[in-house]
């Protein structure tokens, strides 16, 4: 289980330099231009309230970003971090609850579904959201999730109950319920109405090339980037069904 699960006892810390496996969260974390954006919520929300006030234009970001819907995101965020208040999530900036998994950074030892498990450890909540996007978008066994529209959030929170993101079976309508009790839903929107609209101004700009020939270094993501077009459409136009891609593939830009 990758989740975090009910148990929430003992946690012990240790240190370590971040090396290969953050620095990758670290480097694609750039986007945020320095960390330190989450939000101040006002003092009359309620604890849920206050969470989705200080995380929900990072949510929105990493949606623009790996087509994660927003909603997902953020209710998975205050599921797993107990609205950020929760004893793991204090003392490791781990909103998702994302066990080590062969991480290199700082990790905290957690009691979960076995005692003092190695959880993730990130200095800002940012990379914990970045790692999340990682996470679901670099992995073989989420790949079929992306073939989601990214506003059919049901299907989305079916999905990682499939995957195996949490072992608990109750886990897509707790997610479900909680999109549709707060609304998270029009954060989805937020992001597509925002992408028509900046698409609507690049169309002028399309790219002159046809073709991308893949080579050694590249990603959906970097390509997306160099050519102004989004990971979600590259996929869409070379009817890719995960996220790998080979060296000398060719892929379709228009």
């Known amino acids: 289980m990758t989740s975090c699960g009910s148990k929430k006892k003992r946690i012990q810390t240790t240190q370590s330099y971040q090396t290969k496996t ?4 670290t480097e694609k974390s750039k986007v945020y231009g320095a960390v330190g954006q989450v939000k101040k919520p006002p ?15 990072i949510a929105k970001q990493e949606m623009k970003l790996f087509g994660i819907p927003a909603s997902i995101t953020l209710a998975q965020g205050i599921l797993e971090s107990g609205n950020g208040q929760g004893q793991l999530t204090s003392r490791s900036n781990n909103h998702f609850g994302i066990k080590c998994n062969g991480w290199k950074g700082a990790k905290v030892y957690h009691d979960d579904d076995k005692d003092q498990e190695c959880f993730r450890k990130y200095t800002h909540a940012e990379y914990s959201y970045r790692d999340h996007s990682l996470f679901l978008f670099n992995r073989s066994r989420y790949a079929f999730l ?19 993101y949490a072992t608990d079976p109750k886990y897509p309508k707790k997610l479900i319920d909680l999109i549709e009790r707060y609304d998270l839903n029009k ?68």
């Open 43 to 57: 003092k009359n929300l309620s604890q849920t309230e206050s969470y989705i006030y200080q995380y929900a234009e």
């Open 187 to 254: 954060y989805d929107d937020e992001v597509f109405k925002s992408k028509k609209n900046k698409h609507k101004k690049k169309r002028r700009n399309l790219p002159k090339e046809n073709y991308h020939h893949v080579k050694k270094g590249d990603t959906l993501y970097s390509i997306s980037n160099r050519y102004g077009i989004s990971v979600e459409d590259l996929k869409k136009l070379n009817k890719l069904r995960g996220n790998d891609i080979q060296i000398g593939q060719q892929l379709k830009l228009k």
């Open 146 to 164: 992306f073939d989601y529209d990214a506003r059919d959030y049901k299907a989305w929170a079916k999905g990682l109950k499939k995957a195996g």
């Open 22 to 25: 953050n620095v990758a969260v």
